[in-house]
């Protein structure tokens, strides 16, 4: 016979199994902010939820597009979001005081972004761009540091184009189809998608003037850093595993990132091919890449000198072993 006490030494048993279970499979929770989620290169977090590598570092993500990289930054300093997808221009806005800080850089240069025209326009070149009024998403973003870096480099002057921010690239694409621009400044993929579409012609890349540049970084709160580093590191882990994985399966990542940013496979595939190449291992932060980020804060008028490197970035997590 089975004695009460049996069953409820059993019972307890059961109990505490269910909740080491629970516990093991609760997944912490993470917001992920993309300044434009038809960025190809943006797309490891939701490449990795794809292939199912969150739940093997206890993670969950959320990815939110918020418009344009100031939008982002803002979210980070609300609150709304633990990281954000940017570039090496964007640490200005930890130069100023923002409450997060760039933990990893995971491109190496600006190839993901082009300057575009209308497909009949009359400019051809990139010196036709000069004087020409550009569209871009936001003042102080990549794209401003990029216009800017182009008409210094071609001998213009820093005031040789004229930038005019429309708040997204959204806008900036209606500005162009409707001829109240010259030109847009955008992501590479966008691009291809309207040339293909008889709408836009490709002029330059810009990676033609920053070859070592932090093309993407990830940023993190400061308060996330301090509270759970192990989140962190768990979260970056998850993240370089999947640019592993992105790098070791063309064919799949070519029809997983078609279906996610709802484009055509040949531009996608033209996308992977010209940029796989510059997506990094660990997350290390190029020496060169670094002081162009910080030139790039005093060529924005952001900063008047450049600032120390451990108040723009840390290295406390690098490099990333997944």
Do not use: C
């Amino acid at each position: 016979m089975v004695s009460v006490r049996s069953i409820l030494g059993a019972m307890a048993l059961g109990g505490l199994l269910v909740s080491a279970a629970a516990t093991a499979h609760a997944a912490d929770k993470i917001r992920v902010g993309k300044p434009n989620a038809g960025i190809w290169a943006l797309l490891p977090p939701d490449i990795a939820t794809e292939i199912g590598i969150w739940p093997k570092y206890g993670i969950e993500v959320e990815t939110i597009d918020l418009g344009n990289g100031p939008k982002m930054f803002q979210a980070l300093t609300s609150d709304s979001v633990d990281f954000g997808l940017g570039t090496g221009a964007d640490m200005g806005f930890t130069a100023k005081g923002g409450p997060f800080i760039a933990v990893a850089a995971f491109a190496r240069d600006a190839r993901s972004v082009v300057i575009a025209t209308n497909e009949d326009s009359p400019i051809k070149t990139v010196a036709d761009l000069k004087g020409k009024l550009v569209a871009m998403p936001g003042i102080g973003s990549v794209g401003d540091w990029l216009i800017h870096s182009m008409a210094i480099q071609e001998g213009w002057g820093p005031d040789g184009v004229k930038p005019i921010a429309l708040g997204s690239s959204e806008a900036n694409i209606a500005a162009l189809r409707t001829h109240q621009v010259d030109a847009t400044i955008g992501s590479a993929e966008t691009m291809y998608l309207l040339e293909s579409q008889h709408v836009a012609r490709i002029v330059v890349n810009m990676a033609k003037y920053q070859p070592s540049f932090f093309g993407h970084t990830i940023t993190a709160r400061n308060k996330l850093i301090a509270s759970n580093p192990d989140l962190v590191d768990r979260f970056l882990k998850g993240f370089f595993a999947s640019i592993a994985y992105m790098k070791a399966n063309r064919d799949k990542t070519i029809a997983m990132s078609a279906r996610l940013l709802h484009v055509d496979p040949a531009i996608v595939t033209r996308t992977y091919d010209e940029q796989i190449s510059g997506l990094e291992d660990d997350g290390t932060f190029d020496p060169k890449g670094i002081e162009v980020a910080k030139q790039s804060l005093i060529d924005m008028g952001i900063l008047t000198e450049k600032p120390a490197t451990d108040k723009i970035l840390t290295t406390r997590f690098l490099p990333v072993k997944p």
